[in-house]
């Protein structure tokens, strides 16, 4: 069979178009297990009343040398809460899925310093995860971390 080269320039045409058109809108592609940057750390972001969080489900070293106990939250700004272990604790709370890949709105706990930062989540690829922690409502303020998809 003899095709003519115009139908294979034109199928190659819409090949190319076609990687180009928009990725359906999935809110749920954030969900599943999440291996930190520094790969100390897996965190399980689930949906809940459609909002996103993220609890720490895993750490390479979960119990604190001097003590011998699991790790606490120790510099958590509120005393009270000092004594409760980082072990299924939430740390990412009440993001919002706002279209093409980001999820925002939300905030991220951090136990190595006690804080809590705004945050907005890019989903790179299915598997890599930008985590951008921010101050004072200004994302220039901050600084974006890669986490990777656990399967």
């Known amino acids: ?3 003519p ?3 294979y320039g034109l199928l190659f045409v819409v090949l190319i178009l076609t990687s180009f ?3 359906a809108d999935n809110p749920g592609a954030l969900v ?3 291996l930190s940057s520094k790969k100390r750390n897996q965190v399980q972001i689930y949906e809940h009343n459609g909002k996103y969080h993220g609890r720490l489900i895993w ?3 979960p119990i604190d040398p001097v003590t011998r106990k699991p790790k606490q939250d120790s510099k958590n700004p509120d005393e009270k809460l000092r004594s409760r272990q980082l072990l299924n604790l939430t740390m990412m709370t009440n993001f919002v899925y706002k279209g093409n890949n980001v999820w925002s709105d939300g ?3 951090n136990p190595e310093d006690g804080k809590t930062y705004s945050c ?3 989903l790179k690829d299915p598997n890599t995860l930008d985590v951008h922690g921010y101050i004072l409502g200004m994302p220039f303020l901050g600084k974006s971390k890669l986490w990777t998809r656990v399967k």
Request: no cysteine; aromatic share 10%; proline share 5%.
């Open 32 to 34: 599943g297990k999440w």
């Open 59 to 61: 750490m390479a070293e």
């Open 5 to 7: 080269r115009t139908t």
């Open 1 to 3: 069979m003899n095709v």
């Open 21 to 23: 058109a928009p990725k």
């Open 120 to 122: 907005q989540l890019t």
């Open 107 to 109: 905030e991220v706990y």
